[in-house]
């Protein structure tokens, strides 16, 4: 059985940092590419970032660009999302989600999502 | 940049099909994909790449995709469709998400 499962979120400050982690399991990690994808409370799915299979190629919605940096560690079957200079709008429940199709970006599995609350 | 145009709310009377539309420059030259997300719950692949189902979606999910108009049918309607739709393709690198779509089922 395929297992997403998020964590890291919490309270943070505007301007500070948080580092979001997604452990994978029941599927070959190396084999997928990855995604997060967050959803303001209330509001509709946003894309946040991919990452290729081997995590040589990455991906950022222009919100985002120069301030997340996804990751992986093939070892460790983990996802990250590193989070600078977090503002109020970053607020919202992250998801990591597994690619089916590399040419497709069709996410067949989801975790639970973390929440991430940016507010002084 | 590209955009997916969904319709706010759409109604269905119980046992009736449901269509659920995703409008977008000549979508129909795309591979589109679609989510169910229920409350509190983290989304559903319902179809993807137009009109394929995943495992253990019901066949009363389908898609279709054409012009500039991707659809999402829900033959025979139930009260556990109720849901939001969110349709959803990759372009030049980015993956798009339409604004979603609440489906009532009366």
Known sequence: ?120 | SYELTQPLSVSVALGQTARITCGGNNIGGKNVHWYQQKPGQAPVLVIYRDNKRPSGIPERFSGSNSGNTATLTISRAQAGDEADYYCQLWDSSTVIFGGGTKLTVL
Do not use: H
């Not at chain 1, 919100?63 to 999302?81: A, E, M, P, Q």
């Open chain 1, 1 to 120: 059985e395929v297992q997403l499962l998020e964590s890291g979120g919490g309270l943070v400050q505007p301007g500070g940092s948080l580092r979001l982690s997604c452990a994978a399991s029941g599927f070959s990690f190396s084999s997928y590419a990855m995604s997060w994808v967050r959803q303001a409370p209330g509001k509709g799915l946003e894309w946040v970032s991919a990452i290729s299979a081997s995590g040589g190629t990455t991906y950022y919605a222009d919100s985002v660009k120069g301030r997340f940096t996804i990751s992986r560690d093939i070892s460790k079957n983990t996802l990250f999302l590193q989070m600078n200079s977090l503002r109020a709008e970053d607020t919202a429940v992250y998801y990591c989600a597994k690619v089916l199709g590399y040419s497709y970006y069709d996410f067949d599995q989801w975790g639970q999502g973390t929440l991430v609350t940016v507010s002084s």
